[in-house]
């Protein structure tokens, strides 16, 4: 299975955005993108210093900007996208650009939302000096020991050895004189505590915002920053994204979801590195690829190739005449929210919810990345499931068609 990551705020750097506007069609969208977020893109994407992409107002929406478009240009438009994701996810502002991969929100909305969320939370960093600190190794109760006890928060729990601390940088420079035993401590380039209490404030500006966002129910698993769950509705999702602003970043349940779904490969979106930093030393095995520069793309198209679904309108060559969608993990099937399966002979349209597997953590949704017809069910509501159990028989409209 495939995963798309796109990540959160810090991971920006002078000029980033520079070799991207050489594909076409991309400095067409992201300027387009420009207006709606209030800032100039190509402006501070290309030449803008890193103090100045370091204002929050300005980082944010040329984040989500350069994954949206980044994706675009991956996989030839983002219903394609679409078809070959297995699941996606966002470290912080990130989500919003996972969110319109999974077609919850439309590439417009999402940068009205940014544009809101980032000047949001820049207004609420000026009110007092924060920032914040990674903290790289150590025993991670004893760091998360030492950051509660310095009047901190651990403001981003990111696995594989590193939790990134946040407060008021009287506070941070008490925590870095005296820090955990066995760790090494790297203030960031944020312009403040981000995903803690300090935030409260644009809470309320971002909930105002979300309220004239029309969302959908994600077309795939969409893994949330809060708890590592897939998010099954467009309304919790926004909710989510809500009270992320203020509430820490649990990225380490993320990649753990990542490994319960049996992710074989995970490509991350620019301004890549971060994210499959993290995923090289937490989920061994899985095939990484960091879109940091187009010269990237032949190395992810690789991966799409070897672990992204298959595409029925493919005209390589025949489509299969059935094909089955397995259980990503452990657990409790259910049928779908009204509490009944599509019966057998059933349209369904890609993305569409035949059934959820719940764990105690949450619940996955169960959708096909193609247009199918059901042809038989192999489970019933309330089977428990093991990981890769088959639960259905789908016929591609491909097959049926013969396009």
Request: charged share 15%.
């Amino acid at each position: 299975m495939l995963v798309i990551a796109a990540p959160g705020q810090g991971a920006q750097a002078p000029g980033f955005l520079s070799p991207w506007l050489e594909l076409p069609g991309f400095a067409e969208r992201v300027g387009a993108w420009s207006e709606l977020a209030g800032v100039d893109l190509i402006k501070y994407g290309t030449s803008g210093s890193a103090e100045e992409i370091r204002d929050t107002a300005v980082a944010q929406p040329l984040l989500v900007a350069a994954a949206i478009a980044a994706a675009e240009a991956l996989f030839g438009g983002l219903d394609q996208a679409r078809v070959h994701t297995g699941a996606a996810s966002g470290h912080s502002v990130g989500e919003l650009g996972a969110g319109v991969l999974a077609r919850v929100l439309t590439a417009e909305d999402a940068m009205r939302l940014v544009q809101v969320r980032g000047q949001a939370m820049a207004e609420a960093a000026a009110i007092e000096a924060t920032g914040m600190t990674a903290v790289l190794g150590g025993d991670e109760a004893e760091v998360l020991d030492s950051i509660e006890a310095h009047g901190l928060t651990p403001a981003n729990i990111n696995g594989a050895g590193q939790v990134v601390a946040a407060g008021t940088l009287e506070q941070l420079a008490a925590f870095a004189a005296d820090p955990p035993a066995r760790a090494r401590l790297r203030p960031l380039e944020v312009a403040g505590a981000f995903h803690t209490r300090h935030m409260a404030p644009a809470v309320d500006a971002l909930r105002e915002a979300a309220a004239t966002v029309t969302v959908s129910d994600p077309v795939l698993p969409l893994l949330s920053n809060q708890d590592g769950a897939a998010v099954r509705t467009g309304a919790d999702w926004l909710e989510r994204i809500v009270t992320q602003v203020s509430a820490p970043v649990r990225w380490n349940l993320v990649m753990r979801t990542m490994t319960e779904l049996e992710a074989g490969a995970l490509i991350e979106l620019p301004p890549a590195g971060t994210l499959t930093g993290l995923a090289r030393r937490a989920m061994p095995g899985v095939a990484l690829a960091a879109l940091k520069t187009p010269d990237d793309i032949a190395a992810a198209t690789a991966l799409i190739a070897e672990h992204g679904a298959l595409d029925p309108y493919d005209d390589g060559g025949p489509a299969p005449e059935w094909r089955l969608l397995v259980a990503p993990l452990a657990g409790t099937f259910r049928h779908g929210t009204v509490g009944a399966a599509p019966t057998v002979g059933a349209a369904l349209s890609p993305g569409a919810e035949i059934g959820h597997v719940e764990q105690r953590g949450g619940r996955h949704m169960i959708t096909p990345p193609f247009p199918a017809t059901v042809l038989e069910w192999l489970v019933e509501d309330g089977d428990p499931v093991s990981a890769g159990q088959p639960l259905v028989r789908l016929q591609p409209y491909a097959a049926r068609t013969g396009r």
